[in-house]
């Protein structure tokens, strides 16, 4: 029998506190790789924004061993922000476990990676976790997921990851329904690829060493990977050399090579992260036109935001945190702006709104800088008359209207799983935010799926936050790009005594213009203090003025000091003061204070 045989790679799937971390945990304590005495709860959340937020940011691939079959658990990321990693380490595996709360049913976020797997042709296995709960109701959700997914119930396993009830029949399911790595997929549709003397291995994660390099790691499709051989990065030509291999189990363990159908590392010695991007492919061969593996993409961010130091003195420490960061993480692009009102900073692209969250977080913690982050806002199409297109990710390069024939924004499929009392709620709030109703279906008898199409502006703000609120909580989304659509955008422009502040500058949709500009106008009101002359704010698009709010100027009773006398001694005084407003308000300057445009960010 040949050793890929004996080999089994799969991940587990699950939605945010529905068990996945603790499941991997008995796992590691069910077959031995970790003793007692080592063993501490989410184990494989290595960071600690991880085990507080108890979600997985970074996959983390693990050995194991039982009855005599090597084990390969990739423990991926479960949130819709994270897909593009989550899609490359199920190219890497054969089978998935499917983990669903037996208090809570099934996730909208959950169904995505679930659709993710059976479109890379995983056999997944169903299972419902936190059956020792008193409000699980197995049976339940059970035929919820026969009748979204079409497992028939008898084939769901029923699992207590915390009292470790189930774990071992599970890990016997693993061994005899998940393939054996030579029936993956890739194997038999680019058998023209892979059955050759060449090695071919996939880059399903990076991350930096600061002492090794970058450490990728590795699934090999074909071949075997040595310690000591030249490899090739097929899509970028970088060579590179195997400084070490071995497999995670879940410490670091070299080990002489890495066969086929085998999952493990590589220390590559480069010094970058982005050199060994996520989907490359490792190649050695004798081939003149080696083929990669197929799949590969570039990761495209689809939120943007501008980081500023609250101290200036900070920029320089702001860039090495955010350098440091896209060493551990691929998928972090940014680039220096200045803005006039927040002074040096960055432009930064995410792949979503918890990625943002999650980057935010970190610069804090773990570099120590106060930071602002502005507004979130998404990269648009600029359509020329000549058809000639350019992207931009900044409101503030936006053209004048008259330059470009239309605009174009990224739309997204949205999935939401809910309860039925808070139908006409949801639609409400999607439609109010441009958003069409595609379909709609129960999945239980009180419990439905909705699906939407909307513009990915109109949800990464406050669109989340809205949704849990009116759903009291039950509501679950997950999304996923559909492409570029054109609109009727305009850049929505905010004006203090006549000077534009570009900070503030949003491209939005024409309708919403007048009301966005009105509570902008309002909260800049609240914050800019006084002057000596009123001070008009004014949103406008283009040259015409769609919103105002006036600061009114500071009084001072200047006939305070009269006494008695004869009116016309008072009328002089007040037309003097008049006259010298009027000279302040034509000449006059209003110095935002910086910390007048963190407070209003902030809020």
Known sequence: ????????????????????????????????????????NQLLDTMELERERGITIKLQPVRMRWKDTQLNLIDTPGHVDFSYEVSRSLAACEGAILVVDATQGIEAQTLANVYLALEHGLEVIPVLNKIDLPAAEPERRAAEIEKLLGFKQEEILLVSAKEGTGVEDLLDAIIEKIPSPNQNEIFQKHSDILNSDETRALVFDSTFDSYRG?????????????????LTLL???????????????????????????????????????????????????KSENPRPLPGYKEVTPFVFAGIYPLDADDFPLLRKALEKLSLNDASLHFEAEHSGALGNGFRVGFLGLLHLDIIQER?????????????????????????????????????????????????????????????GSIMELCTSRRGISKNLQYTESHRVEMFFEIPLASIITDFYDDLKSISSGYASMSYEPIGMRS????????????????????????????????????????????????????????????????????????????YGGDVTRKN??????????KRLKQFGKVTIPQEAFFAMMRK
Request: proline share 3%; hydrophobic share 40%; net charge positive.
């Open 487 to 562: 609109g009727d955008l305009v850049r929505l422009d905010m004006l203090v005594a006549g000077d534009k502040v570009d900070a503030l500058s949003q491209i939005v949709h024409k309708k919403d213009a007048h009301h966005i500009g009105i509570r902008w106008c309002e909260k800049l009101k609240e914050i800019i203090p006084k002057a000596q002359f009123a001070i008009a704010i004014q949103a406008a698009i283009g040259a015409r003025i769609v919103a105002r709010e006036t600061i009114s100027a500071i009084r001072k009773d200047v006939t305070a000091k009269l």
């Open 1 to 40: 029998m040949r050793a890929h045989m004996n080999i089994r790679n799969f991940c587990i799937i699950a939605h945010i506190d529905h068990g996945k971390s603790t499941l991997a945990d008995r796992f590691l304590e069910k077959t031995g790789t970790i003793t007692k005495r080592e063993m501490k």
């Open 572 to 581: 002089k005084l007040l037309k003097k003061q008049k006259a010298g407003k």
């Open 363 to 423: 610069i804090e913690r773990e570099f120590d800088l106060d930071i602002l982050v502005t507004a979130p806002s998404v990269s648009y199409t600029i359509v020329k008359a000549n058809g000639e297109k350019y992207d931009i990710a900044n409101p503030g390069d936006l053209p004048d209207a008259g330059l470009y024939e239309t605009i174009e924004e990224p739309w997204i499929k949205l999935n939401i799983l809910c309860t039925d009392q808070y139908i």
């Open 235 to 285: 899509r970028t030509g970088r060579k590179i050399e195997a400084l070490e291999v071995g497999f995670l189990n879940p410490n670091y363990s070299p080990t002489p090579s890495l066969q086929t159908g085998e999952v493990g590392y590589i220390v590559t010695g480069l010094k970058n992260v982005i050199d060994a991007k996520v989907g490359e492919t490792l190649w050695q061969g």
């Open 214 to 230: 970058v450490v990728s790691s590795v699934r090999v499709f074909s071949g075997a990977i040595n310690k000591g051989d030249k």
